[in-house]
């Protein structure tokens, strides 16, 4: 695709951009919920059905 | 189902304990790609987590050793246009609120503001912006999201172009009209192929 070097440049900064986004999210801390998920799954995989209660 | 298929199913600690660990390393990435999706930091993460639900529930299905950084992230795209079915007509479309408040970005060169990226991302037809954030945020192969959207490498790498260049014209002029026809056009063609995966399961 041919672009005009401003539009080239726009690109470099939402490419930049977008990554940056989804670090910011990626590298937070996990909340706590998650972990209670995690650990409702030990207790699950101990049931003989393994399913996880609601 | 014969003996011996149903002792396969049967959970095996060993594996469940590797399965968890796998799928704790990838909550990071299931949040932010669920972020990218909705743009909403709860609506994401009750996504995120009925996604982890999800994938133990489904975990003897899962075929260790396969990439289930794609798996999952299929079941969350599943799961998002699943609720979004049920959503999406009563609620506003998301990009009336971001034309509201996005203006007009003076200097095209200068860091973009995650703020103004996520409002234009709004903007975008929700399988440009799916396409945009597996690839151009979270760094997956063409063949990977292909495989996660359920369409062709071909389709994807248009939909990530045609985002691109989409994005920087919202961006840059602040003033981005979408297409209103061909934004419900391809909601309707990614719910129809939602119920495809439904039925299929």
Request: hydrophobic share 40%.
């Amino acid at each position: 695709m041919i672009q005009s070097p401003k539009n080239k440049f726009d690109q470099q900064a939402i490419g930049e951009g977008l990554r940056r986004m989804f670090e910011e999210v990626a590298s937070e801390p996990t909340p706590d919920e998650f972990l209670d998920i995690l650990r409702r799954f030990e207790d699950a995989a101990q049931d003989s059905d393994g399913e996880v209660k609601q | 189902v014969s003996d011996a298929a149903r002792t396969l199913k049967v959970s095996d600690p060993a594996r469940d304990r590797v399965f968890k660990a796998e799928l704790t390393k990838l909550i990071p990435q299931l949040r932010a790609f669920a972020r990218g999706l909705t743009g909403d930091p709860t609506a994401a993460d009750d996504l995120a987590q009925e996604v982890m639900l999800k994938a133990w529930m489904a975990r003897d299905s899962f075929d260790m050793g396969t990439n289930m950084k794609a798996w999952t992230f299929m079941i969350l795209r599943n799961q998002f246009y699943s609720e979004k079915r049920r959503s999406w007509r009563q609620s506003p479309l998301d990009q009336e609120v971001a034309e509201r408040t996005l203006e007009a970005h003076e200097n095209p060169s200068a860091p973009l503001e995650l703020n103004e990226l996520r409002m234009g991302l709004a903007m975008l037809p929700v399988v440009q912006r799916e396409a945009l954030i597996l690839i151009g945020a979270g760094g997956m192969a063409y063949e990977e999201a292909a495989q996660i959207c359920g369409c062709a490498v071909g389709t994807v790498k248009s939909r990530v172009s045609r985002a691109r260049e989409a994005l920087a014209k919202i961006l840059s002029q602040g003033d981005f009209v979408r297409d209103g026809a061909s934004a419900s056009e391809a909601m309707g063609d990614i719910l129809a192929q939602a119920d495809r995966l439904t039925k299929s399961r």
